[in-house]
């Protein structure tokens, strides 16, 4: 009793006078109370929330690879976070070296890829400083004198991105030659009652040697649930007929299944934060680690871009590409994401044809009223190679939609590298259906559109504002429909975005349109 009196009494003197007592379980059993909050904002991905109650631990390795093995650097069960990874090897040459991280269990790794791709040294350049929200990496370019210390070792390499885990990690080294090295990885251990996000940390690497005009440059796809948090893009310049910047930008395609939007880039430079090109800064959020300017039209370089404050989320899919030249390419995605989410399956249009360009988007009635040719040519049931309009002969362009997406941006080629604004292409495919019914087109386009079936005239869009959905009602006679589309590109909110999300939802009457198809993964 005595000892329960003279604690409570010492609990209350420093409560009032202002002393905050520490966290530990007192002589009497109870837990005093946690001055922190329950979660807090991580700083390199701040809209990931993690827990403030855990231990502290650090798991050393040495690695010594034999040839064609690999080694675990870190092995643990139960819930947790790794909050930073450390490497060093004694070898400057580690191409060869892989890295693979797997947590709960996962059947697929959500990171297999070349280390040193993973840590943002692309293209096989020279080792560079690299300082950033996610990755710090430090070459050791000044000791040459010192018979102990390998002259040609590799930098000190480090990640920041938080790797949450609900059952465990398991972060191993691959390597094809022996390597010598050593790594350090600090990471948060949970209680098992600790509630943990559902977002886990996933990367992908993407490569083109050398990438084509034809099809857009993938940096991340991906289906479900969560969050782009950043990317790293190398370029080697190949076409020395125009600037590499000169390929109109990215393009961000999100939620195609269940709310199309889009982000529209602008130039390479621009869309990593800089202007009237690189020069060699580096910040948390941007920068650009390694420039070898060659001249106006011969630039190589390593440019990043995270997007702590303003990350780019997505509920059911994700198509991050840039438009292509043909140089080389490499980049790698960082993004959390909710495993195992499904993507909803919706009816879309999988085959299309395109037409274009015209010069008739700049002004809105003219849009409508020309074409009436050109639409009768493309509603036949069957058509040729190329159409006519007027005296000009022009090829037709197949196309694959991708989660309902129809991408027109990479069709034309030229500087800029993108169709000019002001113009218009035709679009078109076919419906198939199992009897005459009414269905609803989904379709989301930015500025105007004029829809088409079986060569009459069904609406007329105009989303001049920006990108934006409107459903159509469209009454189908049983057999074969053919479905055209009109649409043209103007300077908006969303300039030069050329694309067309279209969909088909559930029908008003009867079965489902035949031609249904499950998307692919």
Same mark, same amino acid.
């Given at each position: 009793?005595?000892?329960?009196?003279?604690?409570?009494?010492?609990?209350?003197?420093?409560?009032? +006078?202002? !002393?905050?007592?520490?966290?530990?379980?007192?002589?009497?059993?109870?837990?005093?109370?946690?001055?922190?909050?329950?979660?807090?904002?991580?700083?390199?991905?701040?809209?990931?929330?993690?827990?403030?109650?855990?231990?502290?631990?650090?798991?050393?390795?040495?690695?010594?690879?034999?040839?064609?093995?690999?080694?675990?650097?870190?092995?643990? /069960?139960?819930?947790?976070?790794?909050?930073?990874?450390?490497?060093?090897?004694?070898?400057?040459?580690?191409?060869?070296?892989?890295?693979?991280?797997?947590?709960?269990?996962?059947?697929?790794?959500?990171?297999?890829?070349?280390?040193?791709? &993973?840590?943002?040294?692309? +293209? =096989? &350049? @020279?080792?560079?400083?690299?300082?950033?929200?996610?990755?710090?990496?430090?070459?050791?370019?000044?000791?040459?004198?010192?018979?102990?210390?390998?002259?040609?070792?590799?930098?000190?390499?480090?990640?920041?991105?938080?790797?949450?885990?609900?059952?465990?990690?398991?972060?191993?080294?691959?390597?094809?030659?022996?390597?010598?090295?050593?790594?350090?990885?600090?990471?948060?251990?949970?209680?098992?009652? #600790?509630?943990?996000?559902?977002?886990?940390?996933?990367?992908?690497?993407?490569?083109?040697?050398?990438?084509? #005009?034809?099809?857009?440059?993938?940096?991340?796809?991906?289906?479900?649930?969560?969050? +782009?948090?950043?990317?790293?893009?190398?370029?080697?310049?190949?076409?020395?007929?125009?600037?590499?910047?000169?390929?109109?930008?990215?393009? !961000?395609?999100?939620?195609?299944?269940?709310?199309?939007?889009?982000?529209? =880039?602008?130039?390479? @430079?621009?869309?990593?934060?800089?202007?009237?090109?690189?020069?060699?800064?580096?910040?948390?959020?941007?920068?650009?680690?390694?420039?070898?300017?060659?001249?106006?039209?011969?630039?190589?370089?390593?440019?990043?871009?995270?997007?702590?404050?303003?990350?780019?989320?997505?509920?059911?899919?994700?198509?991050?590409?840039?438009?292509?030249?043909?140089?080389?390419?490499?980049?790698?995605?960082?993004?959390?994401?909710?495993?195992?989410?499904?993507?909803?399956?919706?009816?879309? +249009?999988?085959?299309?044809?395109?037409? =274009?360009?015209?010069?008739?988007?700049?002004?809105?009635?003219?849009?409508?009223?020309?074409?009436?040719?050109?639409?009768?040519?493309?509603?036949?049931?069957?058509?040729?190679?190329?159409?006519?309009?007027?005296?000009?002969?022009?090829?037709?362009?197949?196309?694959?939609?991708?989660?309902?997406?129809?991408?027109?941006?990479?069709? *034309?080629?030229?500087?800029?590298?993108?169709?000019?604004?002001?113009?218009?292409?035709? !679009? /078109?495919?076919?419906?198939?259906?199992?009897?005459?019914?009414?269905? #609803?087109?989904?379709?989301?386009?930015?500025?105007?559109?004029?829809?088409?079936?079986?060569?009459?005239?069904?609406?007329?869009?105009?989303?001049?504002?920006?990108?934006?959905?409107?459903?159509?009602?469209?009454?189908?006679?049983?057999?074969?429909?053919?479905?055209? *589309?009109?649409?043209?590109?103007?300077?908006?909110?969303?300039?030069?975005?050329?694309?067309?999300?279209?969909? !088909?939802?559930?029908?008003?009457?009867?079965?489902?349109?035949?031609?249904?198809?499950?998307?692919?993964?």
């Amino acid at each position: 009793m005595i000892n329960t009196f003279f604690v409570s009494m010492l609990a209350a003197m420093m409560s009032l +006078l202002g !002393i905050v007592q520490p966290i530990h379980r007192d002589d009497v059993g109870k837990q005093q109370k946690s001055p922190f909050a329950a979660t807090y904002a991580d700083p390199a991905v701040p809209i990931l929330q993690l827990p403030t109650q855990f231990r502290t631990r650090r798991t050393i390795a040495n690695i010594e690879t034999k040839p064609n093995s690999s080694v675990d650097v870190l092995n643990v /069960k139960g819930p947790g976070c790794v909050r930073h990874v450390w490497f060093v090897f004694a070898e400057k040459d580690i191409d060869d070296l892989e890295i693979e991280i797997t947590v709960d269990g996962a059947e697929k790794p959500q990171v297999r890829m070349p280390f040193r791709s &993973f840590f943002g040294v692309l +293209l =096989g &350049f @020279e080792d560079y400083h690299l300082n950033n929200a996610g990755f710090v990496n430090v070459p050791n370019f000044t000791v040459t004198n010192d018979p102990f210390i390998p002259k040609k070792a590799s930098p000190g390499w480090n990640c920041y991105l938080p790797i949450p885990f609900a059952r465990g990690c398991r972060i191993q080294i691959h390597g094809v030659t022996p390597k010598n090295g050593a790594s350090m990885i600090d990471w948060q251990q949970y209680n098992d009652k #600790t509630a943990l996000t559902p977002l886990r940390f996933h990367a992908q690497r993407n490569i083109a040697l050398p990438a084509t #005009t034809s099809k857009p440059f993938p940096i991340v796809e991906t289906q479900g649930t969560g969050f +782009l948090a950043g990317y790293i893009m190398g370029w080697r310049q190949k076409d020395n007929r125009d600037m590499v910047f000169h390929n109109s930008g990215t393009r !961000i395609l999100m939620d195609g299944e269940t709310d199309p939007h889009v982000i529209s =880039g602008c130039n390479v @430079e621009d869309d990593f934060g800089f202007s009237w090109g690189f020069n060699q800064y580096q910040t948390q959020w941007m920068g650009c680690p390694v420039r070898d300017n060659r001249g106006r039209n011969d630039q190589d370089g390593v440019y990043y871009r995270f997007f702590g404050p303003d990350p780019v989320m997505f509920k059911s899919s994700l198509l991050f590409t840039s438009n292509a030249r043909p140089d080389d390419y490499e980049s790698v995605g960082y993004l959390y994401q909710i495993p195992e989410t499904q993507k909803p399956r919706i009816e879309v +249009l999988k085959d299309w044809v395109a037409v =274009g360009l015209f010069p008739d988007g700049a002004d809105f009635d003219k849009f409508q009223r020309e074409g009436g040719d050109i639409v009768q040519q493309l509603s036949q049931p069957t058509i040729a190679n190329s159409i006519k309009a007027g005296n000009r002969t022009i090829p037709l362009q197949s196309l694959t939609s991708d989660r309902g997406w129809i991408r027109l941006e990479h069709l *034309i080629q030229h500087r800029p590298a993108y169709p000019p604004v002001d113009h218009s292409y035709y !679009i /078109k495919s076919t419906i198939q259906s199992d009897a005459n019914k009414t269905v #609803t087109l989904r379709l989301a386009l930015d500025d105007w559109a004029v829809v088409w079936l079986n060569g009459t005239k069904v609406t007329t869009i105009n989303h001049a504002d920006g990108f934006d959905t409107k459903r159509v009602q469209l009454v189908l006679r049983k057999g074969a429909n053919q479905l055209v *589309i009109k649409t043209n590109n103007r300077q908006n909110s969303d300039r030069t975005i050329w694309v067309v999300n279209c969909a !088909i939802e559930a029908p008003t009457k009867s079965s489902s349109v035949l031609n249904r198809i499950r998307l692919k993964r």
